[in-house]
């Protein structure tokens, strides 16, 4: 009788749980990074509130649930209940790894981890959010509190907090919030530099009108009033200069940008407003120049995007947007909050074609070797293995990046 085959050393497959604001970010921003856990073995689920990008996710083989989260509640009963509901999802699902996007999520997911007993907490931020960057009353009053709360969600052995830039990660070890050692710096959420091209149609050889586009969601604080402010002095000049705004205001931001003023810019008529853009290498690929005058982020997608398709690149010097941008390299860096000086950029560029050519071919190479998706799958993936090291995630991944 043939003996039995001996399965108590095949270990089972890592179960990760992606939780995020919206179903929207995790669609458009996180696919990449759960299909490569997925392709590595692991079990991979989705949690977010509510939205039509749910179906999409199931769509790509994934389950996801809603979870009952409203990004601007304030209401104390509300919250409590959003805890619970998390913490019985851990209970249930037991992932070996809960992977937090955002700061709220990541004091609610990591709260809810820790009550669970989940074992390797993951948060990552994209900037230090509305509560810890806004002079607003609301949000100095909020501050304190969101700090305890967070310092008890990422603290722990098995916890680790993924940052963008250098910037953010001084700031998280400076408040005390973490452990330098458990603070790990992932440049952005990468793109897949293959699906974006340099266009063929060099400004410098066609004498075309120049399109300078602005791609973000509609929020004051990622410059948008001064794109605009650009846009009006530019086009006021006599200047043929396309200006196009693709994005759509985000009613769970405080600084959403309103409606009534949306339609005020369109009768205006100095930028076209193109909303919502879901084909991002098109839209870069009819863009000669890409302007995000943003106070403070991560490292911007849209930037990273930009420079994939080898567009030179105006942006506030600031954190995150510095290290997509070296200034005079491969774009122009201009104060924060100034109209004036990004006008004088944006026009430098559009009146100078061979300058936005070399600009722009040194945006592709520093794509390629700093921001492919490739690249930070594999850093992320290996922050997994540091948290669950039992090799429950192949690492072909991890050693081919």
Not at 182 to 204: E, N
Not at 379 to 396: K, M, Q, W
């Amino acid at each position: 009788m043939p003996e039995a085959a001996d399965t108590s050393a095949v270990p089972r497959p890592l179960r990760v749980l992606l939780f995020a604001n919206t179903e929207w970010y995790l669609f458009n921003f996180r696919l990449a990074l759960a299909k490569a856990a997925r392709a590595e073995g692991a079990e991979v689920m989705m949690a977010s509130p509510p939205g039509p990008y749910g179906e999409k996710l199931r769509a790509e083989g994934f389950r996801w649930v809603s979870v009952p989260m409203v990004r601007r509640s304030l209401n104390p009963m509300r919250e409590v209940f959003v805890l619970w509901a998390l913490w019985r999802l851990y209970r249930r699902e037991k992932p070996d790894i809960a992977h937090h996007f955002t700061i709220k999520c990541v004091v609610y997911g990591g709260l809810a981890a820790k009550l669970a007993g989940t074992r390797g907490v993951v948060g990552a931020v994209t900037g230090m959010g509305y509560v810890f960057s806004s002079k607003e009353l609301i949000a100095r009053r909020l501050r304190p509190l969101v700090r305890r709360l967070l310092r008890f969600a990422i603290s722990g052995r098995q916890s680790r907090l993924i940052v963008q830039n250098p910037d953010d990660r001084r700031a998280v070890v400076d408040a005390g919030l973490m452990d330098a050692s458990h603070v790990r710096l992932i440049a952005g959420s990468g793109v897949d530099t293959q699906r974006y091209h340099p266009r063929s149609d060099a400004l410098c050889a066609s004498g075309r009108t120049p399109s300078v586009v602005f791609a973000a969601r509609l929020l004051w604080d990622k410059g948008v009033a001064e794109f605009v402010r650009a846009a009006q002095v530019l086009r006021a000049e006599g200047l043929d200069i396309q200006f196009l705004v693709a994005g759509e205001p985000d009613e769970g931001n405080p600084a959403s940008v309103p409606e009534e003023q949306l339609t005020a810019w369109r009768e205006e008529g100095s930028v076209r407003l193109l909303g919502h853009v879901q084909d991002m290498p098109a839209l870069m690929a009819t863009a000669d120049v890409v302007v995000l005058p943003s106070y403070r982020e991560g490292v911007p997608r849209s930037l990273i995007e930009a420079a994939a398709a080898g567009l030179p690149i105006v942006t506030t010097d600031v954190p995150g947007c510095r290290e997509v941008v070296e200034d005079g390299v491969n774009g122009i860096l201009v104060p924060v909050r100034d109209a004036a000086a990004l006008t004088t950029a944006i026009r430098k560029l559009a009146l100078d074609p061979s300058l936005a050519s070399r600009m722009g071919a040194a945006s592709r190479q520093k794509a390629l070797a700093q921001f492919d998706e490739r690249i930070v799958l594999a850093n992320t993936l290996a922050v997994y293995r540091e948290l669950v090291p039992e090799g429950r995630i192949a690492d072909s991944l991890i050693t081919a990046g």
